[in-house]
């Protein structure tokens, strides 16, 4: 595909359950971030992968907050332990460079019920 | 920490009127800025950038200038359409190392009317 994929697209579970979130990141990109979007906070930075570099997790919230990237593309973020407060829409952005244009994922929408 | 500050919303405009939504930050050393668009239904758009000071991102009639003494980026069209009603996110981008993740605003809702 051409640009950054995301799924599910909605995503609605039980408060105390897991869930993970995938990313595609656009083919080649080497830089990929993923963001929250809730009501109450904007626009939140939770962690950025960057080559075969440690991750910078400083935006994760709780130790309850993963994310993975597996051989250098596709994504997994993990929510353990739902709780009602993590509701908001997730999104995935990938860059062919750090200093270069983010391109933004669709998102998924978490609903914790 | 790095911070932005853009105005409330919304912001209802009548078509062919003026726009003016501004954008404030806080950052060490010289960040990069940008302006994102959310139109309904759809993802984050970036849609202009400037680097350094004085530099002017234009995209879409949209322009912004990075204005290092006022620590501002407001973005300016001169004549709206309805297709622009969309919400409008200011951000900035760390200038040094790897820290490039994107600090946002909170983000200004624009209806434009007929």
């Known amino acids: 595909g051409a640009g950054v994929s995301q799924s599910p697209s909605n995503k609605v579970t039980e408060k105390g359950k897991d869930v993970e979130l995938r990313c595609d990141p656009i083919s080649g990109h080497t830089a990929l971030y993923w963001y929250r979007q809730s009501l109450g906070q904007g626009l939140e930075f939770l962690i950025y992968?960057?080559?075969?570099?440690?991750?910078?997790k400083s935006g994760l919230p709780s130790d309850r907050f993963s994310a993975e990237r597996t051989g250098g593309s596709v994504s997994t973020l993990t929510i353990q332990r739902t709780q009602q407060e993590d509701s908001a829409v997730y999104l995935c952005?990938?860059?062919?460079?750090?200093?270069?244009?983010?391109?933004f994922g669709p998102g998924t929408r978490l609903t914790v019920l | 920490g790095d911070s932005v500050t853009q105005m409330e919303g919304p912001v209802t405009l009548s078509e062919e009127a003026f726009l003016t939504i501004n954008c404030t930050y806080t950052?060490?050393?010289?960040?990069?800025l940008f302006w994102y668009v959310q139109y309904p239904g759809e993802g984050l758009q970036l849609l202009l950038k400037?680097?350094?000071?004085?530099d002017k991102g234009s995209n879409k009639g949209f322009e912004a200038t990075y204005r290092k003494e006022t620590t501002s980026f407001h973005l300016e069209k001169g004549s709206v359409q309805v297709s622009d009603s969309a919400v409008y996110f200011c951000?900035?981008?760390?200038?040094?190392?790897?820290?490039?993740?994107?600090?946002f605003g909170t983000g200004t809702r624009l209806q434009v009317t007929l």
């Open positions: 951000a900035l981008s760390a200038a040094s190392g790897t820290a490039s993740k994107l600090t």
């Open positions: 950052a060490t050393g010289y960040p990069s």
């Open positions: 400037a680097t350094k000071a004085d």
């Open positions: 992968f960057q080559g075969n570099s440690a991750p910078d």
């Open positions: 952005a990938s860059s062919s460079d750090p200093h270069n244009e983010q391109f």
